[in-house]
């Protein structure tokens, strides 16, 4: 049962242009909602979160918005840099476990 | 920001020895970390929730006699994978969340230990 989803495995964007990352989730008890980027071979770097309470959050180019309703999260990035090839996990919380989704592949074409 | 230290960074051993893989908070106490393996091309599994003084909780399918998992103090849990075999190479992280998350609940990511079974 894969509680944390992410239905694109790869994406291609432009440099310059806007990045959408998707995510989709199933428990509706997790708190945190959170973005890693991950590199080959390394730990996987955090990037943002947003509580449960909120529906936005913004850090520099990288925003992400929640939609509980739907159960939903999107990372976008603006704008879009070669240097954000990598791939972006989306992760939930609950306060004893930390689950991930499969990862998107983000590739930016300069 | 926090530092988590894993160690080794690389291991290659021979079948049926036993390898421990260490997960170090540097500069915070974790109550909690977790264990993920990540097999080529393919997410972070959790394997356990491991939690200070008390014993882990492992996912479904996780052995718990193959990985033994000891959170022995607020600042260290290992990771020992038992009688390894080659289906057991792979790419093990760790990380941990702040006695005090704060407002994130973000998780602090170890570099990784790339095992490798002959």
């Given at each position: 049962d894969?509680?944390?989803?992410?239905?694109?495995?790869?994406?291609?964007?432009?440099?310059g242009r806007i990045s959408i990352l998707n995510c989709d989730y199933?428990?509706?008890?997790?708190?945190?909602?959170?973005?890693?980027?991950?590199?080959?071979a390394e730990g996987p770097t955090f990037l943002i979160s947003i509580s449960s309470i909120k529906?936005?959050?913004?850090?520099?180019?990288?925003t992400v918005f929640l939609n509980?309703?739907?159960?939903?999260?999107?990372?976008?990035?603006?704008?879009?840099q070669p240097g954000d090839s990598a791939v972006y996990f989306c992760a939930a919380s609950r306060y004893d476990k930390v689950i991930f989704g499969p990862g998107t592949s983000l590739s930016v074409i300069p | 920001g926090a530092v988590v230290s894993q160690h080794p960074s690389r291991v290659i051993c021979k079948s049926g020895t036993s390898v421990k893989i260490e997960c170090r908070s540097l500069d915070f106490q974790?109550?909690?970390?977790?264990?993920?393996?990540?097999f080529p091309k393919q997410s972070l599994m959790l394997m356990a929730t491991s939690n200070e003084g008390s014993k882990a909780t492992y996912e479904q399918g996780v052995e718990k006699d193959k990985f033994l998992i000891n959170h022995a103090s607020l600042t260290l849990s290992t990771l020992t994978?038992?009688?390894a075999h080659p289906e057991d190479s792979s790419f093990y992280i760790c990380s941990a969340r702040p006695a005090k998350a704060g407002d994130t609940g973000e998780l602090f990511f170890g570099e990784g230990s790339r095992l490798t079974v002959l």
């Open positions: 894969q509680q944390v989803k992410q239905n694109s495995p790869s994406l291609s964007v432009q440099e199933t428990n509706s008890m997790f708190d945190y909602f959170l973005w890693y980027k991950k590199y080959p529906d936005k959050n913004e850090d520099g180019r990288f509980k309703s739907a159960k939903h999260l999107s990372l976008h990035i603006v704008p879009s | 974790a109550t909690t970390m977790f264990w993920y393996r990540q994978v038992t009688s």
